[in-house]
């Protein structure tokens, strides 16, 4: 039996290479391509089983719809990631996700149409002002450039399926997190930990912000989930519908790493960080998905990797 081939845009990024290997390991043939250089020995650890280093346009689609046909999924994880980046520097941010997108979208009308394509969006277009937990229909005010983007990047994708009847659908991830990523929060606390001795973390915020955090191991799994629906759903939260907040997280990483460290708050909140982003996750559950890493046991992880990786 033919492997079924899956392309993901973006695929050197964190998600995306989890989300290889995650592919890979339920056998399907998996293609990545973007920014980076990546010998075959470390991608092929993430279960790719060919690396394009290139921009995402119709040449380097189309020189890979070549070499390996048609794919049956594109997992479409290329743009910008970060809101502080993209408040810095908005029109590269603007680049890496909307042009990006618009390229793509357009060469699968063309040269694919049969393709699903599953576009990677984020809790930031729905923006602030929210205490419980965010259902999709939902209609969103982001206020940072990142935010602003992953919305046209949506409003994209909604365009060519309705004008054309495309088979693309979204996922708007909350706080994914796990072993690997280096930088946001986890990532921070840890650098401040490893050079603090036994004394005390700064951290920004008052620490009562709250987040969903979601495995990058379960959001693998949701994503997988969103391919094989029968009915590709238009707009997916991805989360576990579980809030916790900045200080918990950060208890929870001191106390895994040890010693005596004390974690305290400036009490300024950062520019484009709301109060509380929780998913209402009930389109999720009605796939199959349930997260299975709790946030303790996926703490440890990350702290036990961080360590690792030091030494």
């Given at each position: 039996m033919t492997q079924q081939v899956i392309w993901i845009t973006g695929g050197k990024g964190f998600i995306g290479r989890n989300l290889g290997q995650?592919?890979?390991?339920?056998?399907?043939?998996?293609?990545?391509?973007?920014?980076?250089?990546?010998?075959?020995?470390?991608?092929?650890?993430?279960?790719?089983?060919?690396?394009?280093?290139?921009?995402?346009?119709?040449?380097?689609?189309?020189?890979?719809?070549?070499?390996?046909?048609?794919?049956?999924?594109?997992?479409?994880?290329?743009?910008?990631?970060?809101?502080?980046?993209?408040?810095?520097?908005?029109?590269?941010?603007?680049?890496?996700?909307?042009?990006?997108?618009?390229?793509?979208?357009?060469?699968?009308?063309?040269?694919?149409?049969?393709?699903?394509?599953?576009?990677?969006?984020?809790?930031?277009?729905?923006?602030?002002?929210?205490?419980?937990?965010?259902?999709?229909?939902?209609?969103?005010?982001?206020?940072?450039?990142?935010?602003?983007?992953?919305?046209?990047?949506?409003?994209?994708?909604?365009?060519?399926?309705?004008?054309?009847?495309?088979?693309?659908?979204?996922?708007?991830?909350?706080?994914?997190?796990?072993?690997?990523?280096?930088k946001q929060l986890l990532w921070d606390i840890c650098q401040k930990l490893g050079g603090s001795g036994d004394g005390e973390v700064l951290l920004q915020g008052t620490g009562q912000e709250l987040r969903d955090w979601l495995h990058v191991s379960d959001a693998c799994d949701l994503l997988w989930r969103i391919a094989k629906a029968p009915e590709l759903p238009t707009i997916i939260n991805g989360g576990t519908g579980q809030a916790t907040s900045i200080a918990q997280i950060a208890d929870l990483i001191v106390r895994a790493w040890g010693g005596r460290h004390s974690v305290k708050f400036s009490g300024i909140n950062r520019q484009g960080d709301p109060t509380a982003l929780i998913a209402d996750i009930t389109k999720a559950h009605e796939l199959g998905f349930s997260p299975k890493t709790s946030i303790h046991t996926g703490i440890i992880e990350v702290v036990r990797w961080y360590r690792e990786r030091q030494h």
């Open positions: 995650y592919l890979a390991g339920l056998s399907y043939s998996v293609f990545g391509l973007g920014h980076g250089l990546w010998a075959r020995e470390d991608y092929s650890q993430w279960g790719y089983e060919n690396w394009l280093n290139v921009e995402i346009d119709f040449v380097s689609l189309s020189q890979l719809l070549s070499n390996v046909g048609p794919p049956e999924v594109i997992f479409h994880l290329a743009g910008g990631a970060a809101v502080g980046a993209s408040i810095h520097h908005p029109y590269e941010d603007f680049q890496r996700t909307v042009d990006t997108t618009a390229r793509l979208l357009e060469w699968v009308r063309k040269n694919s149409p049969d393709t699903k394509v599953i576009g990677i969006s984020s809790a930031a277009v729905y923006g602030a002002g929210f205490t419980c937990p965010i259902s999709e229909q939902t209609q969103g005010a982001p206020f940072s450039p990142y935010g602003f983007h992953k919305v046209m990047l949506e409003a994209l994708f909604a365009s060519y399926r309705i004008t054309y009847g495309l088979k693309f659908g979204i996922a708007r991830l909350f706080s994914v997190y796990g072993p690997g990523l280096e």
